[in-house]
């Protein structure tokens, strides 16, 4: 193996096919941005339904429910939850038969298993206490949580949040399964025409070691702050 070849092979495709390159990589910017945007929306109202004290006796059915979600999306693999929903939604709702809906979707439900359990961990580090004294001072149960707990958990729940984005930018590689576009989609595409497939895998590397070396040093850059804050 010439390593100087490849070497050179690198700079030329990357040269040659830059937009197509430069597209893969808004793309996935673009994916990882939506899934993690969504995934925060539903997976704070699945962690609020699992700390939910709503029961009928002793059986709680929100708890039970966000649990049994939790649990199934971060048990199983992407991939297949991935396939699961490509075939799947064509078949509930045939409007939506649209490849990339289905997998932006499955990657949403996936995320905000997790995205649950990172808002929960958040709401659960702030101190007792501070709910104990919001009620003294007479504050109901909606407004302590709204006035006092939320905006100190949002603390904690960001920077966990800026690591899922990076997740994301990563995980976004399983949708090249079904050609979204993104780095790895570009990367087949690419790698196919010119059969330079090494040198193709090496760019998509070098694409993704970009993209979430900046996410983290944001994620860091706002984790500094916070600390200088407190």
């Keep these: ?3 100087g070849r490849i070497f050179s092979n690198v700079i030329m495709l990357m040269t040659k096919y830059h937009q197509p390159l430069l597209k893969g990589m808004a793309i996935t910017v673009r994916l990882s941005c939506i899934v993690v945007f969504f995934g925060l929306v539903f997976g704070t109202v699945i962690a ?3 700390m939910s004290n709503f029961g009928i006796g002793k059986f709680k059915p929100l708890n039970a429910l966000a649990t049994a979600y939790i649990e199934v999306l971060r048990g199983t693999p992407l991939l297949l939850q991935l396939y699961f929903f ?5 078949a509930l709702i045939p409007a ?23 808002v929960r961990s958040g709401i659960m580090a702030v101190d007792p206490g501070q709910a104990e004294a919001a009620r003294c001072l007479g504050l109901s149960q909606s407004q302590t949580m709204t006035k006092i707990i939320i905006p100190q958990a949002v603390k904690n729940i960001l920077p966990a949040m800026g690591n899922e984005l990076v997740m994301m930018l990563k995980e976004t590689s399983l949708a090249s399964t079904f050609y979204l576009g993104e780095i790895m989609s570009q990367q087949k595409i690419i790698g196919g025409a010119t ?13 993704y070691l970009v993209l979430t070396a900046s ?7 706002y ?7 407190d």
């Design 1 to 3: 193996m010439n390593l």
């Design 48 to 50: 609020f339904m699992k």
């Design 86 to 90: 490509y075939f799947l939604m064509p």
């Design 96 to 118: 939506l038969d649209d490849e990339k809906i289905s997998i932006t979707v499955a990657l949403i439900v996936n995320s905000a298993a997790y995205v649950a359990e990172i």
């Design 195 to 207: 059969y330079l497939q090494i040198e193709t895998l090496i760019i998509s590397a070098i694409l």
């Design 215 to 221: 996410v983290s040093k944001l994620v860091g850059i």
């Design 223 to 229: 984790e500094r702050r916070l600390a200088v804050s």
